[in-house]
């Protein structure tokens, strides 16, 4: 009995993690890079950004494990779609 307690509760967390839609995805991206627009890379904080999105730290950090991947992630994804065309000579520059 007790080796089968054991067992459950880590099929029970996997079981239990869902993926995030597309668009949320898009929104924490969204609000990643509003606020290295507004305050700079080192002001972004997951906290900042789980507050302004109305979500929890982890599910945050069950996508990106850091901030770096998750700044990251959120330059890649809207790279073709907002930064087309952009390049001021500086990275600074390009993100403003």
Request: charged share 25%; with cysteine.
């Amino acid at each position: 009995m007790t080796s089968q307690a054991a067992d459950r509760p880590e099929t029970v967390g996997t079981s239990r993690r869902s993926k995030i839609t597309p668009e949320r995805e898009q929104e924490f991206f969204d609000a990643v890079l509003h606020q290295i627009r507004e305050c700079g890379y080192d002001a972004v904080t997951m906290d900042g950004i789980a507050a302004s999105t109305r979500c929890s730290k982890s599910t945050l950090y069950r996508q990106w494990r850091t901030k770096p991947q998750f700044v990251a992630a959120a330059l890649r994804a809207n790279r073709q779609a907002r930064f087309a065309g952009i390049d001021t000579g500086t990275l600074a520059g390009d993100l403003r």
